[in-house]
């Protein structure tokens, strides 16, 4: 659900990136409060871990579409949502600036739709609620379900107001949103499943962790959470680096979406104003486009010929380690900053 830059025009783009600076600035403050040493390798770890989850694709049967997890809900209820919003824009400004994946114009868009609704409304309204206490499996496994798709409902929504607001005439109102809402249900269905594995799996691994996050506490100074770290990194290079072979080669819901009411995948772009300035950034910074080495730097199709599948390419392998590392230090260089100003 990585909007691109086409799908915006300057004012909306500008406006969404003043909501998610201005967010951006409360998640810090407000971490800062109970911000600890156990918190920002967390943050980093899980970080990397959405980073590489969300570059395999998945098939929707039946649609020619395809989709990837969020993540935001399994971020919010381990880490907390001023950690996991901060976690999501350094995921997403990284694709962004190093992986061309979404625009820069459109990145406070992406963050506002990726982490706004899962981590500060969905969170604590619909899934503290329905998993109260934490100790049940099923409360957890129906709050997460519930959650995901609610929050992913909104951010598709998002997508189509923003396309609507800024006036883009190619994609009709009532056409868009019968497509985006069916295709990202699917799509949070799927996700649903994989978040209430995760949280699952961390509440019988490590239930300190869920505990301090539901009570906005920092975790005890006794608790090891050694294990939970190396866990992570290990599925984070596992699935960058090897799962990342089997992401669908389908469109993901939003292409689809766009495809199946314009005729193509892609709006043309501007020619004039901010956006080709940005775009020209991004070529400059964007080292990795696609998460796989620049088409010079690599053997292309001949003719007609069709990817194979599993795309087994150093270059993605490459990609899905060093994306991750890139996350993982970014978000410990913001924690630790926010640490950091908290003790002066």
């Known amino acids: 659900m990585h909007m691109a830059d086409a799908l915006l025009s300057p004012a909306v783009g500008a406006t969404m990136w003043a909501g998610s600076v201005a967010a951006i600035g ?52 381990i880490l907390g949502p001023y950690a996991a919003f901060l976690a999501m824009a350094s995921i997403l400004t990284v694709q962004a600036l190093f992986f061309a994946d979404g625009g820069l114009l459109a990145l406070g868009c992406n963050i506002w739709n990726l982490g706004i609704y899962p981590c500060f409304l969905v969170y604590p309204l619909i899934y503290k609620p329905i998993a109260g206490d934490g100790k049940s499996t099923r409360r957890i496994s129906a709050a997460a379900m519930i959650s995901v798709i609610i929050a992913l409902q909104l951010g598709a929504f998002s997508v189509v107001m923003e396309t609507l607001l800024s006036g883009k005439s190619e994609l009709p109102f009532n056409t868009f949103v019968l497509l985006m809402q069916p295709i990202h249900l699917a799509i949070g269905l799927v996700e649903g499943i994989v978040t209430a594995g995760m949280i699952n799996y961390v509440r019988k691994a490590q239930p300190e962790i869920l505990e301090a996050n539901s009570f906005s506490r920092p975790l005890d100074a006794g608790i090891s959470i050694k294990n939970i770290l190396i866990a992570f990194v290990i599925l984070a290079v596992v699935t960058g680096g090897a ?28 020619t004039q104003g901010i956006a080709p ?9 964007a080292f990795l486009p696609d998460y796989n080495f620049k088409p010079a730097d690599k053997e292309e199709p001949k003719g ?31 924690g630790f900053g926010i640490r950091f100003f908290k003790k002066r």
């Not at 109970?34 to 929707?60: C, E, H, R, S, Y």
């Open 26 to 77: 409360y998640s810090s403050k407000k971490l800062k409060e109970n911000i600890d040493n156990k918190t920002i390798p967390l943050m980093g770890v899980m970080g990397a871990f959405i980073f590489a989850a969300q570059m395999i694709n998945f098939t929707i049967p039946g649609t020619g579409s395809s989709g990837h997890i969020g993540g935001g809900m399994i971020l919010a209820v």
């Open 243 to 270: 799962l990342s072979w089997f992401a669908s080669t389908h469109p993901d819901g939003l292409e689809w979406s766009i495809e199946k009411v314009t005729g193509k995948g892609e709006l043309k772009e501007a």
């Open 277 to 285: 300035f940005l775009k020209g950034i991004q070529e400059k910074t």
């Open 304 to 334: 007609n010929e069709t990817p194979a599948w599993p795309g087994i390419e150093t270059g993605t392998s490459f990609a899905g380690i060093l994306g991750g590392s890139i996350v993982l230090m970014f978000i410990l260089l913001i």
